[in-house]
């Protein structure tokens, strides 16, 4: 079976939209509202640090998840970020915790 140009593209550009920053957007949305934050800042922060962090600092995220009580504020949640020691990644998780709390954040859709 032969596929056209047509049909290549419209292949590339499904694994272009499946990047693993995006994947990862899933999976700390999710983390997010996991640790107590509304849908709302959970996707707006994920947007922004998926979009900001390299997979290694996401994964750094991903492992607080054993050191976190659930259903924590987004200070607790930042003052448990700062323990990772990685500069970077604490500025990514304020500025958006605080952009995205605010509605300042462009990733803040409306709701």
Do not use: F, H, W
Request: glycine share 8%; net charge positive; hydrophobic share 45%.
């Amino acid at each position: 079976m032969r596929y056209g140009p047509g049909m290549a593209a419209a292949l590339a550009i499904v694994l272009a939209g499946c990047t693993p920053a995006k994947l990862a957007e899933g999976r700390v949305r999710s983390a997010l509202m996991d640790a107590g934050l509304s849908q709302p800042n959970a996707a707006c922060m994920a947007e922004r640090m998926t979009d900001r962090l390299t997979l290694g600092q996401l994964r750094k995220l991903q492992a607080l998840q054993a050191l976190q009580a659930p259903k924590r504020s987004v200070a607790d949640y930042v003052m448990t970020v700062r323990r990772v020691g990685d500069r970077q990644l604490v500025e990514v998780t304020v500025s958006s915790a605080l952009l995205c709390a605010s509605g300042l954040a462009p990733e803040r859709k409306p709701g």
